[in-house]
């Protein structure tokens, strides 16, 4: 009897913070203002197929299992570091078109730290000539990161040929980065203040090693 007692009361406490937490807060009703869609294609939200958003565009996502086999799969990566706060680094015009540890700093001089977590978009500025394949980032700065941002992946504009550069591959493979490529939209996102949200497709077990998965992404605008 005294457990069920107990266990009806936990009940109660539950249903009491989980309607809580669900009412409205006015102060952050407001903390975002739009959503921009940032998968390649998709302006009207709808595949051609009329199903799956992402199955017809050209944005994927290069999960970790695709640079070190036995590694998280694109529909394996933990939901909590699929919905992270985005920041945005445009490339340097003058080549190589690369962001470099002294670009962070900059970067981080001008809009503070990076956010513990964070997604780092990396998009060309407009009119500039794209590397195609390249990585927009040294492997230093990369590095710089993920061990002292803690970040959760990159998204980039372009096409990414991540067997270029190994060691780079295998440091984001081993730290459960993913990278984002052929992102669109991103000259419409502040370089801060966004949270970005990353919907793999849930592949069957015959797609799940694909270099890169079809990708829904989003990105909510302050």
């Known amino acids: 009897m005294r457990i069920r007692s107990f266990i009806i009361a936990y009940a109660l406490v539950l249903a009491i913070v989980l309607f809580a937490d669900r009412r409205p807060n006015p102060a952050q009703q407001d903390r975002y203002s739009h959503i921009v869609d940032l998968t390649d294609g998709q302006s009207d939200g709808k595949s051609a197929h009329g199903q799956n958003p992402a199955a017809d565009s050209r944005t994927r996502i290069i999960a970790p299992n695709s640079l070190i086999p036995g590694t998280w799969t694109a529909d394996q990566i933990p ?3 699929l919905i992270a706060p985005l920041v945005v680094m445009d490339l340097n015009v003058a080549p190589p078109a690369q962001i470099s ?4 700093a900059a970067w981080e001089t001008k809009h503070g730290a ?6 780092v978009a990396i998009r060309h500025r407009a009119g500039q000539q794209q590397s195609p394949g390249e990585m927009p980032i040294t ?4 590095q710089f990161l993920m061990d002292a941002r803690y970040t959760t992946g990159f998204a980039i504009d372009d096409s990414a040929n991540l067997q270029s550069d190994r060691a780079l591959a295998r440091q984001i493979a081993l730290h459960g980065n993913y990278v984002v490529e052929t992102a669109s939209h991103l000259a419409a996102i502040p370089a801060t203040g966004s949270l970005i949200i990353v ?3 849930k592949a069957p077990p015959a797609k799940a090693k694909l270099r890169a998965a079809p990708v829904r992404v989003l990105a909510m605008v302050r």
């Open 79 to 81: 939901p909590e570091r």
């Open 101 to 104: 540890l002294d670009d962070i």
């Open 139 to 142: 492997d230093g700065a990369a």
């Open 114 to 119: 990076v956010p513990q977590g964070a997604v």
């Open 199 to 201: 919907a793999p497709e």
